[in-house]
């Protein structure tokens, strides 16, 4: 279901919330309505940070990838229940140092149903990237993706298709990256499904429904699955 990060860890949240949480419901047949069935992404965040040497109380993000490298050599992720998200503060970074003097030094064993196969990979771009998407997709697994976005895209919402304003968004003359989950995609709309991770008040109820061109445009790097019959 659709939750709400409060600092920089989207890559924790579209890996280790998103297809690890995926996984295990789908193995168990068990819809992750409740956090005991849901991996926890602020923890994961600060593991990953320590095992990539990233500095304490900073929130640089990460890579999806290597987050979910870092999730296999772990042995899975605690669940929200023994290791729930940190709360809102009173800014981005106050909520960093949260989760840091939270989890900094704390260990919590991982729960084995978060331990997923090996996973894969896709290119979305290109002339073959819609039909990688839509065999991973129809095979039954969402993917998690790093992209840029638009300057508009924060603000979208209603369940019509998103085309956005063409204006990356851009902090220190780069453009801002951003992780999220593809779950579905609809060639009537030519729009891919997307699940985001800053609550039900973005878009339609939390999901969007981006058109394929600035999809395809906006994406960066390969995208990450785990296969539905690992």
């Known amino acids: 279901p ?6 920089g ?9 998103g297809l690890a ?4 419901a789908q193995k168990s047949q068990t819809p992750p309505t409740t956090p005991d069935l849901q991996a926890a992404p602020d923890y994961a965040n600060v593991r990953y940070a320590q095992a990539n040497k990233i500095p304490t109380n900073s929130c640089p993000g990460g890579g999806v990838s290597r987050c979910l490298d870092w999730l296999r050599s772990n042995g899975g992720a605690p669940s929200l229940a023994a290791a729930p998200n940190i709360a809102k503060q009173s800014s981005k970074d106050a ?13 919590i064993p991982p729960d084995p149903r978060f331990n997923i196969p090996p996973y894969k990979t896709i ?11 839509r065999t991973v997709i129809a095979a039954g697994s969402p ?9 508009d895209f924060f603000t979208y919402k209603g369940s019509g298709v998103y085309t956005g304003n063409g204006e990356i968004r851009k902090q220190g003359g780069k453009p801002v990256g951003h992780a999220m989950m593809v779950i ?39 995208a990450c699955y785990v296969p539905n019959s690992a």
Not at 9 to 17: E, K, L, R
Not at 123 to 133: I, P, R, V, Y
Request: with cysteine; charged share 20%.
């Open 184 to 222: 579905g995609y609809d060639d009537t709309r030519g729009a891919v499904r997307i699940q985001n991770s800053h609550g039900t008040s973005f878009g339609d109820k939390g999901y969007i429904w981006m058109a394929y061109d600035p999809f395809q445009k906006l994406v960066e790097g390969p």
């Open 21 to 24: 949480t995926f996984y295990a």
């Open 9 to 17: 860890d989207c890559y924790a949240w579209s890996t280790v919330y």
């Open 2 to 7: 659709v939750a709400h990060q409060y600092f």
């Open 143 to 151: 993917l998690a993706y790093g992209t840029n976005y638009y300057t």
């Open 95 to 107: 909520t960093c140092g949260k989760d840091w003097s939270t989890y900094g030094s704390r260990i």
């Open 123 to 133: 290119q979305l771009k290109g002339a073959d990237g819609l039909k990688n998407l």
